[in-house]
Each structure stands twice: as structure tokens, then as C-alpha cells.
């Protein structure tokens, strides 16, 4: 009901205000927070449980440095594998458009981050314990969900099936490393600083290959 919601409210604004795709996701953003917080509240979680703490410091500092920072690099340097048919398969990326970068640098973190770790991870562990070697069942689930969540973009034809099939493993190798974080650091404080860098420098790493390739 949540993403039905949040997808009608969208298009109503594309379609009355001919806004970009970007510019729409940062403009209705408070409303996501809103809708997140009340569901949350709802549930059997609390705050606290969903992440909306400072946690163990320790802990989520040294995931940012041992874990977060080694991710973004690997995860921008990708970009230099980009060809230009790729362009072509990935088709929300809108470099003119200023609110892409505000979006993927300080708002998509946030939404994300309290959707899988901080609500649905945090739901899964109350009824699924157990571990596979240091990674909670909670953490493996919410992550296999996150990896396919990206099916939508399918759907709405923001990214071909070629191009999801190829993203499958890093998303989910992300979303594990973020879902890890969250374990042991209690906070999704910390998974919202990665998750933010991550997709940001990605976009300006894509930006620049793109420059280089059709200049």
C-alpha cells in the first residue's frame, strides 16, 4: 500500500506539474518520512529498535571506515567499465537535471535505509533468529527483498531487465554490507552516511565516464 501510494502520488506530480522524475521523489520526501514513521509506530518495533538512535558509535564508525569507504570506492570504480551501449539500459539517469545529484547525495539514504534496515530488518529479526556465520537471517532477508524491490524500476521503465540482471549482484552485496552495518551498530545513522555516498559519488563517477564517452 505504501509504494502504491507513493506511486500515484508521483505520477499525479509528472503529469500536473511536468516535473522531473528527481525532482518529484525530493519534493514528496517529508511525506515519505511521515508515512514511514506512522507505519513504524504502528508496528510492533520502537523507534529505538528501527534504528533511530546514535547505537553503538564505536561500531558504526568503524563500519564507515573498514566496510563504507572501501564499498564506495569499489562500487564508483565500476564506472570505468562503462560502455556507451549501457547508457542506453539505464534510462532514469538525467544529468541535466540538479535535483538527481541533491536526491542521490542526501535524501535517498534516508528513505531507503528506514524502509529496509530500520523497519523491515529490524521486523524480521523479532520472528526470525538465528545466524549464517556473522550475518543475521534478518539481515540476509531484508537484503534478498532490497535486491529485488529494484524490480519496480523494471516495471516503470526506468531500467531494463539486462540492466537489473546485471546490478543484481552488487546490489545485494551492498545491501548485505548495509544490513551489517545496521546489525552491529544499532543505528541507521550509519547506513544512511554509506547508502548517500555510495549512490552519490556513484552518479558523479557515471557522470564523468558519460562525459568522457560522448564528448
Not at 518520512?33 to 538512535?53: D, K, R, T, Y
Not at 562503462?82 to 532514469?92: A, G, P, S, T
Not at 531487465?161 to 551498530?185: D, E, H, T, V
Request: no cysteine.
Amino acid at each position: 500500500m505504501y509504494f502504491f501510494f507513493i506511486h500515484k502520488i508521483s505520477n499525479y506530480l509528472l503529469n500536473k506539474f511536468k516535473m522531473t522524475v528527481f525532482k518529484v521523489k525530493t519534493v514528496i520526501f517529508p511525506l515519505e518520512m511521515i508515512i514511514l514513521f506512522f507505519i513504524i509506530f504502528l508496528s510492533p518495533l520502537s523507534f529505538q529498535e528501527a534504528g533511530f538512535v546514535a547505537g553503538n558509535i564505536d561500531y558504526g564508525i568503524k563500519f564507515i571506515v573498514y566496510l563504507g569507504i572501501p564499498l564506495i570506492v569499489i562500487s564508483s570504480s565500476s564506472a570505468i567499465f562503462l560502455k556507451k551501449e549501457d547508457f542506453y539500459h539505464i534510462r532514469y539517469f538525467n544529468f541535466e537535471d540538479k535535483w538527481m545529484f541533491i536526491y542521490l547525495f542526501f535524501i535517498v539514504g534516508i528513505v531507503e535505509e528506514t524502509i529496509f534496515r530500520g523497519f523491515l530488518q529490524s521486523y524480521i529479526s523479532l520472528y526470525i533468529k538465528g545466524n549464517f556465520f556473522i550475518l543475521e537471517y534478518s539481515t540476509i532477508l531484508a537484503s534478498f527483498i532490497f535486491m529485488f524491490f529494484h524490480l519496480f524500476n523494471v516495471f516503470f521503465k526506468q531500467e531494463s531487465i539486462k540492466a537489473f540482471l546485471s546490478m543484481m549482484p552488487s546490489r545485494l552485496i551492498a545491501s548485505l554490507i548495509l544490513g551489517y552495518g545496521f546489525q552491529i551498530s544499532e543505528s541507521i545513522l550509519y547506513t544512511i552516511i554509506v547508502h548517500n555516498l555510495i549512490d552519490g559519488i556513484n552518479i558523479m563517477a557515471v557522470y564523468l565516464k558519460k562525459k568522457k564517452l560522448f564528448k
